[in-house]
Structures are given as C-alpha cells and as structure tokens.
C-alpha cells in the first residue's frame, strides 16, 4: 500500500511531458499584444501602410482540440466577411490553397473587397470597411487546428504579404 501511496504522490508533483502548441516566429515589425479573449492564443498589430488611416491585425485562435469547425466552413465563414462592390460573390473573387509546412497542414485563403463581420459573435451590428483585405489560415495539427486571420487596409495587408507568409512558413508543432 505504502509504495502504491508512494507512486501517486511521484505522480502527482513530478513534473510530466509539456503540452505541444503552436510556435511560430514573428516578423520584425509586428507589435505583440496581451491576448483579448481567451480563445486567442496571440494577437498582433501590423502598423499600416503610408496613405491608410488604419493598421492591421493578425489574431491566432485556438478553441480546443475538437472545437472551432471544418477547415471549410471556417473558409467559407472567412470569404462571407467580405463582400464585392460590384456584386459578385466574394467566393468567385478569393483565393484559396493549401500547404504543407513542418508537417503541418496549412489551409490558406485571401480576399479583398467590404469587410462586414459581425463586430463580435452574434451581434447584429457589422463591420462596414471597404477596400479591406482578409488573410487567414487553418492549422492542423495532432492537438486540434489552430486559426490565423489577418484584418485591415488591403494595402497594409499587401505591405506585410511577404511577413505573412514568412510566419506561415515558421510554424511548428512541439
């Protein structure tokens, strides 16, 4: 009995195996800020581009490791924040592909036009931000997807392509 009592004691305050996240690196030039919510596991500024009144924001999400949807409805959900000003449907505009990075599978869309998401889950009130940019990614990893969305001027967005796409390249799964 003692050694039984023994072993879950050892258990129980020795430290186990660390829990694997999502790491990446940030490109020089972002600004880091405290997380605002706490499905967000990071959140950065992208100071805007000259001639824009607005920076951009790129917001990593995790929810768990069931939760947060298809990789599909998140990029459908994604292209329905946008809308075209001259009526075509956001989806015929956008672009969508898929990569592979560090053995991770990165589900990538891009497109620009209205942006009209709901200023927080469920609100009625909308976003209505024209010429805007929406970047974003899923990441599937062994512990569930992580989400990437960049926001804001499409100039901004397109000042920091070649940073996006540099960070895309930096994740790891450990």
């Known amino acids: 009995m003692l050694d039984i009592l023994g072993a879950v004691v050892w258990l ?3 430290p186990g195996p660390s829990a694997a996240t999502l790491k990446y690196t940030a490109p020089a030039g972002w600004t880091s800020k405290p997380p ?8 950065f500024v992208l100071p805007r581009a000259e001639g824009d009144k607005d ?3 790129l917001v990593v ?3 768990s490791a069931t939760g947060g949807g ?7 959900r994604w292209i329905s924040q946008m809308t075209q000003p001259d009526g075509r449907a956001s989806k015929d505009v956008a672009k969508t592909s898929t990569m592979t990075v560090n053995g991770l ?3 990538d869309v891009d497109v620009s036009g209205t942006y009209v998401a709901e200023m927080s889950p469920g609100a009625a009130e909308h976003f209505n ?3 805007w940019r929406l970047r974003a990614a899923v990441v599937e990893t062994p512990g569930g997807a992580y989400y990437i969305k960049i926001t804001g001027p499409a100039k901004t967005v397109a000042k920091w392509d ?5 960070f895309l390249k930096s994740l790891k799964y450990e």
């Not at 298809?70 to 459908?76: I, K, L, Y």
């Not at 070649?162 to 540099?166: K, L």
């Open 12 to 14: 129980l305050i020795s």
């Open 36 to 43: 605002s919510s706490s499905s967000r596991v990071a959140e």
């Open 55 to 57: 920076d951009a924001s």
């Open 61 to 63: 999400y995790f929810f």
């Open 70 to 76: 298809s990789v599909q409805a998140n990029v459908d």
């Open 105 to 107: 599978k990165v589900s």
């Open 129 to 131: 931000y024209p010429g």
């Open 162 to 166: 070649e940073a996006y796409g540099a």
